[in-house]
C-alpha cells in the first residue's frame, strides 16, 4: 500500500527561524503513526539548513522551487544539487503563485523538474485552473507542456508527484468538491499513462486548495494519494488532526 504523502507548503512563513523550529518540532513531536503516512515540510529556502538536522525518518524536507542549472551566474537561484545536500527530497515546481507572480512558464517548469529529477530528488508538478478557465484544457496542457521538457531517461515514474491544485481555491477557504476533484483525479490519471506508461500507478497525485481538517479525509477518500496543504499546515493542531487521522 501506497503511504499518503502529506506535504505541509509554508509559503513565506514564518518569519524567524526560532519560530520556524518551534513550528516543526510541534508537528514533529505530535505524529502518532508514521505506518501509514510520510508527512513533508516545505519551509522557506533559508530556513532548510536548520531545520536539516531536525527532519529525518517521521519529517521529509521539501524545497518550494529550485534552479534549472547545476551552479554559476544566476543571481538568486538554488539548485537541485544544493538542496540534495541539505537532506531535501522533495521539490514543488510550477506552483500557481510563481506562475502569478513570477511569470513561470511550462518551458521553465519542465526544466526545472528534469533538473530535480536528474539530481535524484522527487518534484512535486503543481497544475490548476483559474476560474473561468476549462479545467481540463490547462490541467492536460500544463503537464504535457512541462513534461515535454524532460528527458526520457530520468522520468521515474515514483520520482514524479503530481498536485492537482484549482488556482481559486487556495488560500481562499472555497475548496474544490471532493466530486469534482475526482474527476480531475481521473483525467490526471489518463494523462499520465500517455506519458509514463505501465509504471504509470508510481506517480503520487495529490490535492491542494484550502484543505482543513474538516475537508482532508474527503480528498483521500476519492482516491488522491495525498495532500498539498498551504495554510492549515501552518497551524499545529489542525495539521496535526490531519496526519494522526490517516
Ligand atoms: P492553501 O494553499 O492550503 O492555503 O489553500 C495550498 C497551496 O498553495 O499549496
Redesign the pocket.
Known amino acids: 500500500m501506497k503511504k499518503v504523502l502529506l506535504v505541509g507548503?509554508w509559503?513565506m512563513n514564518p518569519q524567524s527561524f526560532e519560530e520556524a523550529k518551534e513550528l516543526f518540532l510541534e508537528i514533529k513531536r505530535g505524529i502518532k503513526d508514521t505506518k501509514k503516512v510520510e508527512v513533508a515540510i516545505a519551509p522557506p529556502f533559508v530556513f532548510l539548513y536548520l531545520l536539516k538536522n531536525l527532519a529525518g525518518s517521521s519529517v521529509s524536507l521539501v524545497s518550494q522551487d529550485s534552479f534549472w542549472e547545476k551552479k554559476g551566474a544566476f543571481t538568486g537561484e538554488i539548485s537541485p544539487l544544493m538542496l540534495k545536500k541539505l537532506k531535501v527530497k522533495y521539490v514543488i515546481l510550477g506552483?500557481?503563485?510563481r506562475r502569478i507572480y513570477l511569470g513561470e512558464n511550462d518551458q521553465m517548469i519542465g526544466k526545472k523538474i528534469n533538473a530535480v529529477l536528474e539530481a535524484g530528488l522527487k518534484a512535486i508538478l503543481?497544475v490548476g485552473e483559474k476560474s473561468k478557465e476549462d479545467p481540463e484544457k490547462i490541467v492536460k496542457e500544463q503537464i504535457k507542456n512541462a513534461l515535454s521538457f524532460v528527458e526520457k531517461k530520468v522520468l521515474l515514474p515514483s520520482n514524479l508527484i503530481l498536485?492537482y491544485?484549482p488556482v481559486w481555491?487556495?488560500?481562499?477557504g472555497n475548496f474544490c468538491p471532493p466530486q469534482n476533484a475526482r474527476e480531475m483525479l481521473f483525467y490526471i490519471k489518463k494523462i499520465l499513462i500517455n506519458f509514463l506508461g505501465s509504471d504509470w500507478e508510481k506517480t503520487k497525485i495529490l490535492y491542494?486548495?484550502?484543505?482543513d481538517s474538516l475537508n482532508a479525509q474527503s480528498y483521500l477518500k476519492v482516491g488522491f494519494n495525498g495532500l498539498?496543504?498551504?495554510?492549515?499546515?501552518l497551524k499545529p493542531k489542525a495539521f496535526l488532526e490531519i496526519i494522526n487521522s490517516i
Open positions: 507548503n509559503k506552483h500557481s503563485e503543481c498536485a491544485e481555491a487556495i488560500g481562499t491542494g486548495g484550502s484543505v498539498l496543504i498551504g495554510g492549515t499546515s
